[in-house]
């Protein structure tokens, strides 16, 4: 996800971070006096505004992902290593791959007292799918029987209802597929995929700014680009039931401004620390500080509709990858907290392979050889577009540096004042010629990272990618008799990505993170995401 979770766009460079706006200290509410603008049993976290109002199929990103998990609650998730833990499913069961049973538990509310029902998932997701709602995570819905009908390619829908979704009784619905797809039941983890009370059809756009849910954590308020806040509800009854008493959600301009809160003790919790003080937060943190691997993966992804690369042979694009000395970058520039990339899938997920190539080893000379064969660069220059807000810039310098080097192509950085800038030009195709893609797993498969991005199709394919023999290996993977043989078919469409360069793999996350001394209890998942719903206040 724009940052991990599905589809979900990562903000920060290194790694999911942050924010979009104005430095915050609190946010003004009485209560712990030991840490500014703090409420008694509450956590805070910097996490900036989201992109879009809160609805589970409209986001797309990190920072209003973090929010929408604390406020809604799929069928099932997942565990520290990537393995299904059932939520508000009881089971999700099939004999062919291709029609799914699910079996809900009973008991569960949305936050307004309403039950959480079979209708309620299958309402949604017929809404969600809908091409006149216009929401980000249609795609994610494709596989349903019945999608073209509520989401033609071209004119008005013929339906308000996918064929497939079919309710048998108050916990109990089925699931017709177009075809066999031996890995659905991991995407219905993602957070799309989550039910809606009868209250959002009166008006969604409202809901938006005050959603209700069914997850561990009930809305307060949004002030918006200051802070969310949601508190735990105690009719809760997933596995993952708060320990403390609410979130706080904070926003700010810099990574630096909220590391700076964090060491001072007005902040409890930092996703990412920025590259000035990545030397000295260990120290500064001491138990507090975090550092581990995670499954997401940071690229340039090519605009293909750009003058820059419309039409271009992809020789030059694997020439500007070997253009760029990983080795380095990720040791100095990042200070040893990222992996040279090996591919375009990340370690921690199933079909992770080391392609065996060297077009991700820098080799001046072969990168110009590359990009001379394929016919150069338009006007010899390129530019890569980055937010201010997420710690990028450094980095980035740094790869247009190797670029101009090693080729002597002009290369510069397009930087926009925040993340929601960043999305919403790549959504709008006004990337000058590049942008930095950081992708973190909504699911542990390769096909995550492939399907998500480059097929033709796929909402969150922002550079405009499209090739038919892609699209067809993809088809072959997605209709595979097993799990394991769909792994290993897409392993085979990531093997010949190396021959289309869709984006450039730079290197793999880690997360470098913290937290003060008023929390204890925080721990990552293997898509990087602070665990809020364990953390507890001293």
Not at 141 to 152: N, Q, W
Not at 264 to 290: C, E, F, H, M
Not at 337 to 357: E, I, M, S
Not at 416 to 436: C, G, H, I, Q, W
């Amino acid at each position: 996800m724009r940052g991990a979770r599905s589809a979900k766009w990562v903000a920060g460079a290194i790694v999911v971070a942050l924010a979009a706006t104005a430095c915050g200290g609190g946010s003004g509410d009485k209560g712990d006096s030991s840490k500014k603008g703090a409420l008694a049993g509450y956590v805070s976290i910097d996490v900036g505004e989201p992109q879009k109002p809160l609805m589970p199929a409209d986001t797309n990103e990190s920072n209003g992902a973090y929010v929408i998990r604390a406020l809604f609650t799929q069928l099932l998730d997942f565990d520290e290593k990537g393995e299904i833990v059932y939520a508000n499913a009881e089971s999700v069961t099939t004999k062919d791959s291709k029609t799914w049973t699910v079996k809900l538990k009973p008991g569960w509310k949305f936050h307004n007292g309403e039950p959480v029902t079979a209708q309620s998932y299958v309402d949604a997701w017929n809404w969600y799918a809908n091409a006149k709602n216009n929401q980000q995570n249609a795609f994610w819905f494709s596989d349903i029987a019945g999608y073209e009908d509520v989401h033609p390619d071209k004119g008005e829908p013929k339906s308000d209802k996918m064929s497939g979704l079919k309710v048998v009784d108050d916990t109990t619905f089925t699931i017709e597929l177009k075809d066999q797809v031996p890995y659905f039941n991991y995407k219905l983890g993602y957070t799309t995929f989550a039910p809606l009370p009868k209250a959002f059809y009166d008006d969604p756009k409202a809901f938006g700014q005050k959603p209700i849910g069914n997850g561990p954590y009930k809305f307060e308020k949004w002030v918006h680009k200051k802070l969310i806040q949601v508190k735990a509800w105690d009719g809760y009854q997933g596995p993952n039931k708060a320990q403390n008493k609410g979130i706080q959600f904070k926003h700010y301009a810099t990574l630096e401004a909220a590391y700076q809160d964090v060491v001072s003790g007005n902040l409890d919790i930092i996703r990412q620390v920025g590259p000035t003080d990545l030397p000295k937060y260990k120290q500064d943190l001491g138990d507090g500080a975090i550092e581990q691997p995670y499954a997401a993966i940071q690229t340039l992804v090519p605009a293909f509709y750009s003058k820059t690369f419309k039409g271009v042979d992809p020789k030059v694009l694997q020439g500007l990858s070997m253009a760029i000395d990983r080795d380095t970058i990720t040791k100095t520039v990042l200070n040893n907290t990222r992996t040279p990339a090996k591919g375009f899938v990340p370690p921690q997920v199933k079909g992770n392979q080391d392609l065996n190539t060297d077009i991700f080893t820098y080799n001046p000379a072969k990168a110009k050889q590359l990009i001379k064969e394929g016919g150069g660069v338009p006007g010899n220059k390129i530019w890569i577009q980055y937010n201010t807000d997420g710690g990028h810039k450094e980095w980035v310098t740094a790869v247009c540096e190797s670029i101009r080097n090693a080729t002597g192509i002009d290369c510069v950085g397009d930087p926009k004042p925040d993340f929601a800038t960043d999305l919403e030009a790549r959504d709008k195709n006004e990337v000058k010629s590049m942008y930095r893609g950081g992708w973190v797993a909504d699911y542990p498969i390769n096909i995550n990272f492939l399907k998500e991005l480059y097929h033709s199709k796929a909402e969150s394919n922002n550079g405009r990618f499209s090739d038919k023999e892609i699209d067809k290996l993809m088809e072959k993977g997605d209709n595979a008799a097993s799990l394991d043989e769909a792994v290993k078919a897409y392993q085979e469409v990531e093997k010949k990505l190396v021959d289309k360069m869709p984006s450039i793999p730079l290197w793999y996350y880690r997360i470098n993170g913290g937290h003060g001394k008023n929390v204890d209890n925080v721990t990552i998942n293997y898509q990087g995401d602070i665990q809020l719903y364990k953390v507890t206040v001293k």
